[in-house]
């Protein structure tokens, strides 16, 4: 506990044990029951400190994450949901868990070299984004998946997610930011059904802040490292 202590910032503690409290708090007053839904986003909020570190303990965490979260979408029929986190964001998570423990910064294997791409790399992984969005949509609308177009602009900022995750890009996190966003909405509209997922939608405004500040810091890491 003390190395932990030692190795996050006050502000990556208050960060983590905000979200922590807020994550508990709701599960009490809206749930109760849902524990799964406790323990995955307990193990997200987790994975997301590390992450914003460039420590592959925060992928190997998103692996876990990755599979609780799609049994949750799995009840709600947000087939979209779990397809994505079981087929394309937790194999996605083993890849660049492999990938960042392979590129270490100066032997440090606490913390990842950060990575930038170039603006032919952008634009295949805009086509590869393009292309996969259009797949999923007739994928999920096979499966009567509620919620259609939220649905599908979550498979648009998943894959770009996993793919700058994969490729140890700071916009990452900008890109699983834009993901929470999307996410809040879906959960907001399933809460109008069932009170219970409103502790999922806490869930993702706690992902929310934590992978801003994650952004923020990897562009710190990204100067730091550059020096």
């Avoid at 259609?148 to 916009?171: E, N």
């Avoid at 810091?217 to 020096?227: A, P």
Wanted: charged fraction near 10%.
């Amino acid at each position: 506990m003390r190395k932990l202590c030692k190795y996050f910032s006050h502000t990556e503690l208050v960060l983590w044990s905000a979200s922590v409290f807020f994550i508990l708090l709701s599960f009490c007053v809206f749930d109760r029951e849902s524990y799964l839904t406790l323990i995955a986003s307990l193990v997200g909020v987790t994975s997301l400190i590390f992450n914003a570190k460039g420590n592959p303990i925060g992928q190997a965490l998103m692996i876990v994450f990755s599979l609780l979260y799609g049994v949750i979408s799995y009840t709600f029929a947000y087939y979209g949901e779990m397809i994505t986190y079981l087929g394309m964001t937790m194999p996605m998570a083993l890849f660049a868990l492999i990938s960042w423990l392979k590129n270490p910064y100066k032997d440090n294997k606490a913390e990842v070299k950060v990575n930038s791409i170039g603006n032919a790399e952008h634009a295949v992984m805009w086509l590869l984004t393009l292309g996969v969005t259009v797949l999923f949509y007739f994928i999920l609308d096979h499966f009567n998946t509620a919620n259609m177009i939220p649905s599908t602009l979550s498979v648009t900022t998943s894959f770009l997610a996993v793919y700058l995750t994969f490729r140890r890009c700071p916009t990452f996190a900008l890109a699983y930011a834009a993901n929470d966003v999307v996410l809040i909405i879906l959960w907001v509209l399933a809460s109008l059904s069932d009170i219970r997922y409103i502790s999922v939608v806490v869930c993702f405004v706690a992902f929310l802040f934590n992978d801003i500040y994650g952004y923020i810091n990897w562009q710190r890491m990204k100067v730091r490292q550059s020096k």
